[in-house]
């Protein structure tokens, strides 16, 4: 006879969630048709929603509970807790029927059996049964208890589970979302511990948890069990794996980034105490919790479980996944999966942009942004839930939370806030989870919120600058911009992206664009690396003990100087290259000025002060150079690391501010050098023609390259001979001179006579509309313009397309 109140997790399924829930029926679901494609999953058994609603009808909770339920005053977040905790103190104290007791005690033994041992260590996790509607995310709102053991522990464990279904922000959320309290019920997965106390756990999306991008699986990562991640106490190591390359013989890791893991939860030393926090060794911390073959393993296991859901549902259908990784046996497991409900529910045909105005204030704060909106308000600051409220200064709607980190039970002051800020947190913890959830911009992890900011003080948080979020003080002005991307008119030119940086990547892949016509390493040098790569490579010889601290802190987590500088700018180029594939991105490799390299960590040592650095030592004449062509070569190697080992091949390489062909010739032999062979597995080469000497010898450069992109910047100011920094003559600069566009004619006429390519990258596309509708007219193949510029330049070369009545093949749209 079939038992309604226990079933082997192996026995459930999708099918199964009105019964088991939907995280224990997803688990079931993978283990009957995952298992065999190699994901391991930890057996176990579940107590079903049969054995919470004989457990409430044996002792006749319902009608007290909905006693209480009816007297709350949901304005009143007082009354709330007060009806919450009585609630779940009733259940609490409420003894199980005893067959029920009886089934899930044997049931028990059983699994402890199947493992060897009396009395086997456990997870006891919730499943409510509304977890998988797709209008709301039931995620995190029950609770999970971890190394549980014997049968007295096991059934108080599953009577907190019962209770957590009436948890404050429970209460809140489904009164908020006009669910029945009793229409929803709840399941309870008893599964075997995973020991990642003694190894590693955490989280991992099919998406990118910010921008929706489709292509990435985002991992967060910490040592011991990964409780902490949640909860917000450390900062996890990250990475990003790119999808579409997983399917040949690459590494695809687009990102690593070393978290702050100074604390690890594991199991705890008595009884009473099931786990504890300690702190983590210093040699651990500056460690990956991952190596590249656990990161390629998680990825193709995550990949697999959205693949079997999209195919499953019918629609796109992304996965956030719990793994842990055993101390033990050093195998990898899968302990949770659940559809991700924000991004796979958004309106892809919308573009919302938020956009501060322009601004001179600098940040009072910075720390992990999550969402890409912008929110102000009055700071309150709130230490805890118990002290939130005092005479007339009660949490208002619109204010901005600022606090260490939240947990569940403040839910329902995070959605009356226009913004969060947390000391501690990552993306994946608790608040960044519930933001992106209700829509509300937060910085996460700014460590010193509560100490820098005040009450009553104006604010204004923005989310929509990258990876990275600011907090401004007083109520600044922003624009928010929506656009119907199936009503912008096609074009037949090729509209490409100019992107700086790869935080914001993934955001900007989601507009009308042919690929990047211009990614700058330079972005990527100063922001992710910081420091001059010669004083990486010699900072040993310098003497300079202060240089070498800050050098031996900065490439914590890698194996030396060398592969520190090769794989963070691999990273940065990947990220941009990953985001826009398969269509060209084009990398132009180093061009700062000199007065700019000594503004970089150790740069004082090795850069010379020249009079003019605009028409200095930059560009190609540094690459080959005695001094400096030991640092070209890592910048070399790192697009190799690129193209070979992540298998992005769409990165195309740029050389700018070349002189003479010679100069071309002997930067080309130093690519080669390094592996970067124009034609060789497709690789292109382009030009970047920004000197007139570039333009007269036009014919002679074509022989070397596959194209020419035009830097309009540069080109103007040597066209017209004017400094473009200098106020003095700034009313003289103006790409739309005729002398610089008898310029960009002759060159256009020429690439097409030399059969290579020829695009711009310049900024006045981006800035005067007008100047865009003469390079069509003139038969340019591509146009690179800033994303802010994209949809106005849409429309003018729509226009100006229209009025020429030019015909090309439908292929060629942007």
Not at 265 to 274: A, K
Not at 543 to 554: C, F, P, R, V, Y
Not at 667 to 674: A, G, K, M, P
């Amino acid at each position: 006879m079939e038992n309604k109140f226990i079933l082997g997790l192996h026995e459930a399924g999708i099918d199964d969630i009105e019964r088991v829930g939907g995280k224990n029926a997803s688990l079931g679901e993978m283990i009957q048709h995952l298992t065999r494609l190699g994901i391991r999953i930890p057996a176990g058994f579940i107590i079903t929603v049969e054995a919470y609603q004989s457990f409430i009808s044996y002792n006749q909770l319902a009608d007290k509970i909905n006693s209480l339920l009816a007297e709350i005053d949901y304005e009143n977040i007082e009354s709330l807790r007060r009806a919450g905790l009585q609630i779940r103190n009733m259940i609490r104290n409420t003894k199980f029927p005893p067959d029920i007791s009886r089934m899930i005690i044997d049931a028990y033994f059983k699994l402890s059996s199947e493992y060897g041992q009396e009395i086997t260590d456990v997870a006891v996790r919730s499943s409510a049964t509304a977890e998988d509607l797709p209008d709301a995310s039931f995620a995190g709102q029950q609770e999970t208890y971890l190394n549980v053991r014997g049968p007295a522990a096991i059934m108080d464990s599953v009577r907190n589970c019962f209770a957590s279904l009436f948890t404050d922000r429970a209460i809140s959320y489904r009164q908020n979302f006009g669910f029945d309290h009793f229409a929803i019920g709840i399941s309870v997965c008893i599964q075997k511990m995973v020991r990642s106390d003694l190894g590693s756990s955490g989280v991992a999306f099919s998406l990118d948890t910010e921008s929706g991008f489709k292509d990435a699986v985002v991992i967060n990562g910490i040592f011991g069990l990964g409780e902490l991640i949640v909860q917000g106490s450390i900062s996890p190591d990250e990475f990003i794996v790119f999808k579409p390359a997983l399917k040949g013989n690459f590494i695809p890791i687009i990102e690593k980034k070393l978290g702050r893991k100074d604390q690890m939860m594991v199991y705890g030393d008595d009884p009473d105490e099931r786990v504890k926090i300690i702190p983590v060794e210093k040699s651990l911390q500056n460690r990956f919790c991952l190596d590249e073959e656990k990161i390629m393993q998680l990825a193709r296991w995550v990949t697999i479980i959205e693949t079997y859901y999209t195919d499953l549902k019918g629609r796109w259908c992304p996965m956030d996944v719990e793994w842990a990784v055993d101390g033990i046996s050093h195998e990898l497991f899968i302990v949770q999966a659940r559809p991700e409900t924000i991004h796979s529910r958004k309106d892809h045909k919308k573009l919302t942009e938020y956009m501060m105005c322009p601004h001179q204030q600098e940040p009072i704060l910075k720390g992990i942004a999550v969402g890409d909106q912008i929110g102000s308000g009055r700071v309150k600051i709130m230490y805890s839930l118990d002290k939130r409220l005092t005479d007339g200064n009660e949490f208002k709607a619109g204010d901005v939370l600022v606090t260490d980190m939240t947990d569940p039970d403040w839910e329902p002051i995070m959605k009356k806030a226009s913004a969060i800020i947390t000391n501690k947190g990552g993306r994946t913890c608790h608040a960044a989870i519930i933001a992106r959830e209700m829509g509300v911009p937060a910085i996460v992890g700014c460590q010193k919120a509560t100490t820098l900011l005040t009450d009553g003080m104006e604010v204004t948080a923005s989310c929509s600058e990258g990876d990275e979020g600011f907090l401004y003080a007083g109520k600044l002005p922003f624009d928010i911009i929506e656009t119907r991307l199936d009503e912008l008119p096609r074009i037949k030119s090729k509209l490409m992206l100019n992107v700086a940086s790869p935080s914001l990547a993934f955001r900007f892949s989601n507009i009308p664009n042919a690929g990047v016509g211009l990614a700058r390493e330079e972005f990527i040098i100063n922001n992710y690396i910081g420091i001059h790569p010669l004083a990486l490579l010699k900072h040993k010889e310098l003497g300079d003990e202060l240089l070498s601290a800050h050098i031996k802190s900065a490439i914590r987590g890698f194996e030396n100087e060398e592969e520190f500088f090769i794989q963070k700018l691999s990273y940065g180029v990947a990220k941009i290259a990953a985001a826009f594939f398969p269509h060209t991105v084009i990398v132009r490799f180093s061009d700062f000025k000199t007065n700019e390299y000594r503004n970089l960590v150790g740069g004082s040592h090795f850069e010379p002060v020249e009079e003019n650095p605009m028409i200095g030592w930059r560009g190609a004449s540094r690459y080959y150079s005695d001094s400096y062509r030991e640092a070209f070569s890592m910048e070399c190697k790192a697009i190799a690391r690129v193209r070979e080992k992540m298998g992005l091949t769409n990165v195309a390489v740029m050389i700018p501010f070349c002189r003479t062909v010679g100069e071309l010739v002997k930067v080309t032999r130093i690519l080669s050098e390094n592996g970067l062979e124009k034609g060789k597995n497709g690789l292109e080469l382009y030009l970047m023609a920004e000197i007139p000497s570039n333009i007269l010898m036009a014919k002679e450069f074509a022989a070397h390259i596959t194209g020419f992109s035009i830097g309009s910047n540069d080109l103007t100011q040597l066209t017209l001979g004017l400094d473009r920094d200098s106020a003095l003559v700034a009313h003289l600069y103006d790409e739309r001179n005729e002398a610089v566009k008898r310029m960009l004619k002759m060159l256009i006429r020429q690439a097409k006579l030399s059969g290579v390519k020829v695009g711009i990258c310049g900024q006045g596309p981006s800035d005067h509309s007008d100047f865009a509708q003469f390079l069509v007219e003139e038969g340019i193949d591509s146009i690179s313009v800033t994303p802010d510029s994209v949809i106005k330049t849409i429309r003018a070369i729509h226009a100006i397309e229209n009025k020429m009545e030019a015909f090309m093949p439908e292929e060629n749209y942007a």
